[in-house]
């Protein structure tokens, strides 16, 4: 195989995720053997990298992930449709929830509930990077 076809063979990986059998066991996960680079959630722009903490995880009902937003990278503006949490671990974005722009940086936490509409935008040099928490729907088992 070329070197060509081998890059993008391992970039194929790198992007689908990490996805495992389902575990049901206490566990620890490190952040670089989980990272995706992803595009902007929710049509946002630019390029993100995300750390999808125990998606494998069966039966556990709480999201935690890591999200680095590069440079000029967005999350794009939606409305929730459940309750979700932004912690700011480090940079500066740009945030507008419900109409309302703020400069938000390391240490705001940020609630955003069902109804409400949320966009974050990168701004400045470093990156942007947050934890994101929210609890998903687990499929009903028949």
Known sequence: MGKHVIGLLALCAATVGHAQTPRSDSYVEQARDIAVQQPGPHEGQGTTTAYPFFDDAEGFD??????????????????????????????????????????????????????????????????????????????VKP
Not at 86 to 94: D, I, K
């Open 62 to 139: 709480i999201v935690f992930r890591q999200r680095a937003l590069h440079p000029g990278a967005t999350i794009g503006e939606h409305r929730n449709d459940k309750d979700e949490i932004y912690y700011v671990l480090s940079g500066r974005g740009e945030l507008m929830l419900d109409g309302k722009h703020r400069e938000v940086g390391p240490g705001d936490a940020i609630l955003t509930r069902n109804g409400s509409t949320h966009g974050l935008k990168q701004v400045g040099k470093e990156d942007l990077v947050i934890i994101v928490v929210y609890r998903k729907r687990l499929a």
